[in-house]
């Protein structure tokens, strides 16, 4: 897969998409992600990207023209069709959901807006969809762009070590996680419960469902009302409950 972000601050994105995980898996071919200034495609010697907007108001608007170029060049870069994505307040709400779909895609194009916004041309001439991590605003869409391109790209398969590493994660199937624990057995008085250290690997999973059905229950409730609870889960559920009662 490869994701191209069209942004005014590259160098800030590939501080991120360039190490660690992200970083590794481009080095091993599994993924490829390029950030790209939107000012080297501007068309007058200040390097200009911003005017003020039609109709008077605050701030300044990204114009169309700049980021157009940039996206027409970047769109030049590989094969395949491209989709393309705009970070915005006004966007639908990301989700787990969401960056499987989008992992689907063979090329990503992930559009940071600055100032306030971009001219609403652009958007009709080239975005496919517009996408918000939630109700509230930043100074621009380089944060929501890293954390879409980060939950999209750990999905592909070989940039984590195995599929279950997301797969058992908190929202993947509709639940939260189930709780986890490491090394020593006690720290402050706290143990590691006993079934995870019993060996017993059909127990061991039905606790991680039943806690994970659990907290979901408490955190989410929303989320867990949205749930179709088959027998297993019932019991796994139940068992938790039960456990927790006695312990009181």
Known sequence: ?????????????????????????????????KSHNIRDYTKNKQMQVDDYPYGGGTGMIMQADPIYNCWEAVRG????????????????????????????????????????????????????????LG?????????PALAVCDAVARLIPGVLASEESFTGESHWDGVLEYPQYSRPEEWHGRRVPEVLLSGHHKNIAEWRRGQALMRTKRKRP???ERLTLDKKDIKALEKVENEEKGSE
């Open 77 to 132: 870069m590989a094969s395949g069709e491209m989709h393309t994505v705009y970070m915005t307040p006004q966007g639908k709400p990301f989700s787990q959901a969401m960056a499987r779909r989008l992992a689907g895609y063979s090329r990503l194009c992930i559009v940071c807006g600055h100032y306030e916004g971009i001219d609403e041309r652009f958007i009709d001439e080239c975005v496919d969809e517009e996408i918000s």
């Open 1 to 33: 897969m490869r994701i191209d972000i069209l942004t005014l601050f590259p160098d800030t994105m590939r501080t991120m998409t360039d190490e660690s995980i992200l970083g590794r898996a481009q080095d091993r071919g599994y993924i490829v992600i």
């Open 222 to 224: 929303d989320m867990f």
């Open 135 to 143: 109700d509230f605003v930043l100074t621009g869409g380089e944060i």
